[in-house]
C-alpha cells in the first residue's frame, strides 16, 4: 500500500503557521539593510513544511514534565533549569538538545501544555546560543536543527505571538547564513545534510528560491559521490543509509508539493538507497553491524522503505561497490564483510571486520557483530571498531585494520581516529545445486604477522547447512611470524542460548523459540567465552561468543559448521486428541 502524499499537509501546516507570522512579516520588511548585510533573505513566510519520517514518543513530554530530559538513550534532571546549562551526561545527548531532536517528540505529545514547553526550550535556546559550545554551531548540528525547525514549524508557531515568530525565524535565517558558509567544509554525511537543509530551505522558505538554483548541481554532484552504483554509501555504514533516507524523501517530497520536478540524481539515489537497505536487512528486520552501524531503530527503517514506491530490487547475493554479499536460503538470511574499507578520509566510524558475518534464523538473530555503542566517546566505541568485536579471524587479539589519529584529533568530545587497511582484499562468489558462498581474502596481518588470512563459507540451498572455512596462508617467502595465535570468533547474540558438548568440538545454541542449531569445528580448540552486544537501543547487553583457538602456522585450516537440529515430535498418546482452537 503506498503511504500518504504529504504535499497537502505540508501547504496546510504552512498556512497554520504564517497565520502568526502577518505581524512579524511587517518586522521583517522593515530592515532591509540587515537583509542587504547578510547577503541572503530573512526568512519570515513560510509556504509548504517537510514532513519528519522519525517517529516522536509523547512519553519525553512526560519526563520533561517531571524535571528529566532522554536524549539519545540518556537521561539527565534538570529541574526546573534550562537543559542548556546542565552537565550533558553524553555527547549524543548533547548533539540531539542542541539539534532540536526533542522538538519531534513535544510534537507527538499534540498537547499544549507540549508546545509551550517546546517554544520555552526553543527561546532557552535563542538565548543560550551565542555562548554554546563549538559542538552548537557545528555544521551537522546546525543542519540538523534547521531541518527539525521547518518539519516541525506548524507545532512550534502556529498561534504564536509576532515576537516569538520572529525570533525563530531570525534563528532560522542565522543557521541558514552559517550552512551557505560552512557546508563546503569537509564530507560525507555532514556535507550531504547541510546541502539537504539549504534546499529545504529554498522550497519552503519565501524568497530562497535563490538556493535552489545556487546549491541544487552541488548537492547532486555530492550525491554522486556519496552514494555507489550499488546504492551503498561510501562509508560503507548501513545507518547512514537510513539517516539519509529519513532527510531526502521529505525533500523530494518537497520538490512535489512546490510543484517542480526533483532532480533525476535524486530519484536514482533514493531507489539505489532504499534497495540496498533491503539487501543489508537480517530475518528480524535489522541492518547488518559493520562499520560503525549501532541500534536498529526497526521504525525508521519501516518509514523509509514504505516510500519506495518504485519498488526497488537488490542485487542477488553482492553488492559490488559496498563490499557485502547477502546468502539466503529457507528460513537464514547472512551478510558478510567482503569489502576493503572506506576512503581514509570517510573511515572515522569504520570497523576492522573483514571477512565477518552475521546470520538470522527466520525472525531471530544467531551470529551477530558486537555492533557500535550509541556513545562515540567512550573506550568501548574504539573496542567495538576492533577486529575482536567481530565474528571473523584475529591473529594474537589485533586488528587486521590500524586505527591512526588524526590531525584533528579531537572532535565532539572524542578522539579522531580513521582506520586503514587491509591493502588488499577481493572476493569471489561461488554457486553450485547445493549452495551458495563466497570466498574472502585479505592480507590485513602480511606485516606483522607474514600472512594473509582466507575465508569461505557457503549456505546450503536448504537453509538447514551453513559451513565456513578459514586458512591462513604464508604472504611471502620469509615464513609467517612465530609464537602467534589464531582466534576464530563467532559473537552469538544475547538472546541466544549457548551449550558446550562434552568431549566433543561442539555446541549447542538454541534460539527464543526454541529452534536448536549445534556448530561443529575442527582444526582448534573450542571454548566458550562472554562477550558483549553495544548495538542495542537502551544498554550494553552480556552475550556469549564461540572461540576457537590454535597456533599460526603454513597448515592452520579451521573448518567449523553450523547444522540445524531436527526438532523431535513429542509422542502420541492412544485415545488423546487436540483440543479444538475456539
Same mark, same amino acid.
Given at each position: 500500500?503506498?503511504?500518504?502524499?504529504?504535499?497537502?499537509?505540508?501547504?496546510?501546516?504552512?498556512?497554520?503557521?504564517?497565520?502568526?507570522?502577518?505581524?512579524?512579516?511587517?518586522?521583517?520588511?522593515?530592515?532591509?539593510?540587515?537583509?542587504?548585510?547578510?547577503?541572503?533573505?530573512?526568512?519570515?513566510?513560510?509556504?509548504?513544511?517537510?514532513?519528519?519520517?522519525?517517529?516522536?514518543?509523547? *512519553?519525553?513530554?512526560?519526563?520533561?514534565?517531571?524535571?528529566?530530559?532522554?536524549?539519545?538513550?540518556?537521561?539527565?534532571?534538570?529541574?526546573?533549569?534550562?537543559?542548556?546549562?546542565?552537565?550533558?551526561?553524553?555527547?549524543?545527548?548533547?548533539?540531539?538538545?542542541?539539534?532540536?531532536?526533542?522538538?519531534?517528540?513535544?510534537?507527538?505529545?499534540?498537547?499544549?501544555?507540549?508546545?509551550?514547553?517546546?517554544?520555552?526550550?526553543?527561546?532557552?535556546?535563542?538565548?543560550? !546560543?551565542?555562548? !554554546?559550545?563549538?559542538?552548537?554551531?557545528?555544521?551537522?548540528?546546525?543542519?540538523?536543527?534547521?531541518? !527539525?525547525? %521547518?518539519?516541525?514549524?506548524?507545532?512550534?508557531?502556529?498561534?504564536?505571538?509576532?515576537?516569538?515568530?520572529?525570533?525563530?525565524?531570525?534563528?532560522?535565517?542565522?543557521?541558514?547564513?552559517?550552512?551557505?558558509?560552512?557546508?563546503?567544509?569537509? *564530507?560525507?554525511?555532514?556535507? %550531504?545534510?547541510?546541502?539537504?537543509?539549504?534546499?529545504?530551505?529554498? /522550497?519552503?522558505?519565501?524568497?530562497?528560491?535563490?538556493? #535552489?538554483?545556487?546549491?541544487?548541481?552541488?548537492?547532486?554532484?555530492?550525491?554522486?559521490?556519496?552514494?555507489?552504483?550499488?546504492?551503498?554509501?561510501?562509508?560503507?555504514?548501513?545507518?547512514?543509509?537510513?539517516?539519509?533516507?529519513?532527510?531526502?524523501?521529505?525533500?523530494?517530497?518537497?520538490?512535489?508539493?512546490?510543484? #517542480?520536478?526533483?532532480?533525476?540524481?535524486?530519484?536514482?539515489? %533514493?531507489?539505489?538507497?532504499?534497495?540496498?537497505?533491503?539487501? #543489508?536487512?537480517?530475518?528480524?528486520?535489522?541492518?547488518?553491524?559493520?562499520?560503525?552501524?549501532?541500534?536498529?531503530?526497526?521504525?525508521?527503517?519501516?518509514?523509509?522503505?514504505?516510500?519506495?514506491?518504485?519498488?526497488?530490487?537488490?542485487?542477488?547475493?553482492?553488492?559490488?561497490?559496498?563490499?557485502?554479499?547477502?546468502?539466503?536460503?529457507?528460513?537464514?538470511?547472512?551478510?558478510?564483510?567482503?569489502?576493503?574499507?572506506?576512503?581514509?578520509?570517510?573511515?572515522?566510524?569504520?570497523?576492522?571486520?573483514?571477512?565477518?558475518?552475521?546470520?538470522?534464523?527466520?525472525?531471530?538473530? %544467531?551470529?551477530?557483530?558486537?555492533?557500535?555503542?550509541?556513545? =562515540?566517546?567512550?573506550?568501548?566505541?574504539?573496542?567495538?571498531?576492533?577486529?575482536?568485536?567481530?565474528?571473523?579471524?584475529?591473529?594474537?587479539?589485533?586488528?587486521?585494520?590500524?586505527?591512526?589519529?588524526?590531525?584533528?584529533?579531537?572532535?565532539?568530545?572524542? =578522539?579522531?581516529?580513521?582506520?586503514?587497511?587491509?591493502?588488499?582484499?577481493?572476493?569471489?562468489?561461488?554457486?553450485?545445486?547445493?549452495?551458495?558462498?563466497?570466498?574472502?581474502?585479505?592480507?590485513?596481518?602480511?606485516?606483522?604477522?607474514?600472512?594473509?588470512?582466507?575465508?569461505?563459507?557457503?549456505?546450503?540451498?536448504?537453509?538447514?547447512?551453513?559451513?565456513?572455512?578459514?586458512?591462513?596462508?604464508?604472504?611471502?617467502?620469509?615464513?609467517?611470524?612465530?609464537?602467534?595465535?589464531?582466534?576464530?570468533?563467532?559473537?552469538?547474540?544475547?538472546?541466544?542460548?549457548?551449550?558446550?558438548?562434552?568431549?566433543?568440538?561442539?555446541?549447542?545454541?538454541?534460539?527464543?523459540?526454541?529452534?536448536?542449531?549445534?556448530?561443529?569445528?575442527?582444526?582448534?580448540?573450542?571454548?566458550?567465552?562472554?562477550?558483549?552486544?553495544?548495538?542495542?537501543?537502551?544498554? /550494553?547487553?552480556?552475550?556469549?561468543?564461540?572461540?576457537?583457538?590454535?597456533?599460526?602456522?603454513?597448515?592452520?585450516?579451521?573448518?567449523?559448521?553450523?547444522?540445524?537440529?531436527?526438532?523431535?515430535?513429542?509422542?502420541?498418546?492412544?485415545?488423546?486428541?487436540?483440543?479444538?482452537?475456539?
Amino acid at each position: 500500500m503506498m503511504p500518504p502524499q504529504i504535499s497537502d499537509q505540508a501547504r496546510l501546516a504552512a498556512l497554520a503557521v504564517n497565520r502568526a507570522g502577518r505581524s512579524a512579516l511587517r518586522l521583517a520588511l522593515k530592515s532591509p539593510f540587515s537583509r542587504w548585510m547578510s547577503g541572503i533573505p530573512a526568512a519570515y513566510h513560510l509556504l509548504i513544511l517537510p514532513h519528519d519520517l522519525r517517529t516522536g514518543d509523547p *512519553s519525553f513530554a512526560v519526563e520533561l514534565y517531571d524535571g528529566y530530559i532522554g536524549l539519545a538513550g540518556a537521561t539527565a534532571p534538570v529541574g526546573s533549569e534550562s537543559p542548556f546549562l546542565v552537565m550533558p551526561p553524553t555527547v549524543p545527548w548533547q548533539k540531539e538538545l542542541y539539534g532540536f531532536g526533542w522538538l519531534r517528540h513535544l510534537h507527538a505529545a499534540e498537547d499544549q501544555i507540549a508546545r509551550e514547553k517546546a517554544r520555552k526550550l526553543t527561546l532557552d535556546w535563542i538565548a543560550f !546560543a551565542s555562548s !554554546a559550545p563549538p559542538l552548537g554551531r557545528d555544521r551537522d548540528i546546525t543542519a540538523r536543527r534547521v531541518i !527539525a525547525l %521547518l518539519s516541525h514549524a506548524a507545532f512550534l508557531l502556529d498561534g504564536a505571538e509576532p515576537d516569538f515568530y520572529d525570533a525563530v525565524m531570525r534563528m532560522l535565517s542565522r543557521d541558514l547564513h552559517d550552512l551557505t558558509v560552512v557546508y563546503g567544509d569537509g *564530507s560525507g554525511v555532514p556535507k %550531504l545534510r547541510a546541502l539537504t537543509a539549504i534546499l529545504l530551505a529554498g /522550497l519552503c522558505i519565501a524568497e530562497h528560491e535563490t538556493y #535552489l538554483t545556487s546549491y541544487l548541481p552541488t548537492f547532486s554532484a555530492e550525491l554522486d559521490r556519496q552514494i555507489l552504483e550499488d546504492g551503498g554509501h561510501v562509508s560503507r555504514d548501513p545507518g547512514e543509509l537510513v539517516e539519509l533516507l529519513l532527510e531526502l524523501l521529505p525533500l523530494k517530497q518537497c520538490f512535489v508539493a512546490r510543484q #517542480l520536478e526533483p532532480p533525476e540524481k535524486l530519484y536514482s539515489a %533514493l531507489k539505489r538507497m532504499q534497495a540496498m537497505v533491503r539487501f #543489508l536487512r537480517l530475518g528480524d528486520g535489522s541492518l547488518a553491524r559493520f562499520n560503525g552501524m549501532g541500534p536498529t531503530f526497526l521504525d525508521q527503517v519501516s518509514a523509509v522503505l514504505a516510500y519506495d514506491d518504485l519498488g526497488a530490487t537488490f542485487p542477488d547475493l553482492h553488492a559490488p561497490n559496498s563490499g557485502y554479499t547477502r546468502l539466503a536460503a529457507g528460513e537464514v538470511v547472512i551478510i558478510a564483510d567482503a569489502g576493503a574499507p572506506p576512503p581514509l578520509h570517510l573511515s572515522a566510524r569504520a570497523h576492522a571486520g573483514c571477512g565477518a558475518f552475521e546470520m538470522s534464523v527466520g525472525t531471530e538473530p %544467531l551470529i551477530a557483530n558486537c555492533g557500535a555503542p550509541q556513545d =562515540e566517546t567512550g573506550d568501548w566505541y574504539v573496542v567495538s571498531r576492533s577486529t575482536a568485536a567481530h565474528s571473523t579471524l584475529s591473529i594474537d587479539d589485533l586488528s587486521s585494520s590500524r586505527l591512526i589519529k588524526a590531525q584533528e584529533s579531537f572532535v565532539a568530545g572524542r =578522539e579522531l581516529f580513521w582506520l586503514s587497511g587491509p591493502r588488499s582484499v577481493h572476493h569471489e562468489i561461488i554457486e553450485n545445486d547445493a549452495s551458495i558462498g563466497v570466498r574472502i581474502g585479505h592480507d590485513g596481518y602480511r606485516e606483522r604477522f607474514g600472512m594473509n588470512h582466507r575465508r569461505q563459507i557457503a549456505l546450503h540451498k536448504s537453509g538447514n547447512e551453513f559451513a565456513g572455512h578459514d586458512q591462513l596462508m604464508p604472504a611471502n617467502q620469509t615464513g609467517i611470524e612465530a609464537n602467534a595465535h589464531f582466534a576464530i570468533r563467532f559473537h552469538l547474540h544475547p538472546r541466544v542460548a549457548a551449550q558446550l558438548s562434552r568431549n566433543t568440538n561442539a555446541v549447542t545454541l538454541t534460539l527464543p523459540s526454541g529452534a536448536t542449531w549445534r556448530m561443529v569445528a575442527e582444526g582448534a580448540d573450542l571454548d566458550i567465552e562472554e562477550s558483549i552486544f553495544f548495538a542495542d537501543p537502551i544498554c /550494553l547487553r552480556r552475550s556469549l561468543q564461540i572461540v576457537l583457538k590454535g597456533p599460526c602456522s603454513a597448515a592452520t585450516s579451521v573448518h567449523w559448521k553450523f547444522e540445524k537440529v531436527a526438532q523431535q515430535q513429542k509422542p502420541v498418546i492412544q485415545g488423546a486428541y487436540p483440543r479444538r482452537l475456539v
